[in-house]
T-cell receptor, first 115, second 115 residues
Framework: NAGVTQTPKFRVLKTGQSMTLLCAQD?????MYWYRQDPGMGLRLIHY???????AKGEVPDGYNVSRLKKQNFLLGLESAAPSQTSVYFC??????????????FGPGTRLTVT | AQTVTQSQPEMSVQEAETVTLSCTYD???????LFWYKQPPSRQMILVIR??????QNATENRFSVNFQKAAKSFSLKISDSQLGDAAMYFC????????????FGKGTKLTVNP
């Protein structure tokens, strides 16, 4: 059981480039989330999904897009990277329908630097 | 909007002693959950303890316990018999029951454990 995995672990982009971060979970969880973590800011929710084919905006969605084509995968896209998107990105998942839905399992994070 | 405040950016404790990390939150909801997450230098987010708002009894997990004061909207974490491995960032988090399980995080407290 790998839990929640994220690809890649590190990435450096130039301003204006695009990239996609992949999150995969093997726990059959319905809910998936993307957060960003900046120094002194804690974690902030970018987008989330409550099921395959559905996505919704979180607290800081601007500049990002997401897709959930398969239940186990949640992709985060940056169409035109900006230095303000330099951050550590975390994916998380949780199981719907029970109290366990409120416990999120996190991936190891992706450190993204935009120059 | 719900907010979570951790007023101590940094704390330190001597090995084997006890330390308490503070967290307050603002909500008009009556049904919610509170969490403490630990983030060691590896960046992995680890769930430490969970408290359901409808439970009066404070949650405990081995050396970790909470002091949940619902009326005061306070949720502190006590670590007993501190160990070097407890050194990490600690994040307090809130989620409204029925709120698509979206966590709201505080900005974190960096805990140093001195040998």
């Amino acid at each position: 059981n790998a839990g929640v995995t994220q690809t890649p672990k590190f990435r450096v982009l130039k301003t204006g480039q695009s990239m996609t971060l992949l999150c995969a979970q093997d726990m059959n969880h319905e809910y998936m989330y993307w957060y960003r973590q900046d120094p002194g800011m804690g974690l902030r929710l970018i987008h989330y999904s409550v099921g395959e084919g559905t996505t919704a905006k979180g607290e800081v969605p601007d500049g990002y897009n997401v897709s959930r084509l398969k239940k186990q995968n949640f992709l985060l896209g940056l169409e035109s990277a900006a230095p303000s998107q330099t951050s550590v990105y975390f994916c998380a998942s949780s199981k719907a329908g029970t109290i366990l839905a409120y416990e999120q399992y996190f991936g190891p994070g992706t450190r993204l630097t935009v120059t | 909007a719900q907010t979570v405040t951790q007023s101590q950016p940094e704390m330190s404790v001597q090995e084997a002693e006890t330390v308490t990390l503070s967290c307050t939150y603002d909500t008009s909801e009556s049904d919610y959950y509170l969490f403490w997450y630990k983030q060691p230098p590896s960046r992995q987010m680890i769930l430490v303890i969970r408290q359901e708002a409808y439970k009066q009894q404070n949650a405990t997990e081995n050396r970790f316990s909470v002091n949940f004061q619902k009326a005061a909207k306070s949720f502190s974490l006590k670590i007993s018999d501190s160990q070097l491995g407890d050194a990490a960032m600690y994040f307090c988090a809130y989620v409204r029951q029925g709120g698509s399980e979206k966590l709201v995080f505080g900005k974190g407290t960096k805990l140093t454990v001195n040998p």
